[in-house]
């Protein structure tokens, strides 16, 4: 059974910085990939980035040019790194894991950003 667990949110004022953690363990998980995906209040889950196997990455438009997202494959670590912080990036941070199935089968708890004004 495939555990995955976030780490590193927090309360920061806009236009600080935080950096989150993700760390997947155990099962099976082969050529897989990570991703960061956020809920805000009364709001639908929203991507915020992913990054494969072979270290390629894409980000959700609001977040272009402020998060950068890396992973150690070696740990099984992802690390999603928060710039330029807005209110508006207020949300709960979901990590996804992706076992070269095509979709997103082991999810993490979650963990709370607040972007203060």
């Known amino acids: 059974q495939v555990q995955v667990v976030e780490s590193g949110g927090g309360l920061v004022q806009a236009g600080g910085s935080l950096r989150l953690s993700c760390s997947a363990s155990g099962g099976t998980l082969g050529t897989y990939t990570m991703a960061w995906f956020r809920q805000a209040p009364g709001k639908d889950h929203e991507f915020v980035a992913r990054?494969?196997?072979?270290?390629?990455?894409s980000y959700g438009d609001s977040v272009k040019g402020r998060f950068t997202v890396s992973r150690d494959g070696a740990k099984n670590t992802m690390s999603l790194q928060m710039n330029s912080l807005k209110p508006e990036d207020t949300a709960v941070y979901y990590c996804?894991?992706?076992?070269?199935?095509?979709?997103?089968?082991?999810w993490g708890q979650g963990t709370q950003v607040t972007v203060s004004s």
């Open positions: 996804a894991v992706d076992p070269a199935v095509g979709r997103y089968t082991y």
């Open positions: 990054i494969g196997w072979s270290g390629s990455t």
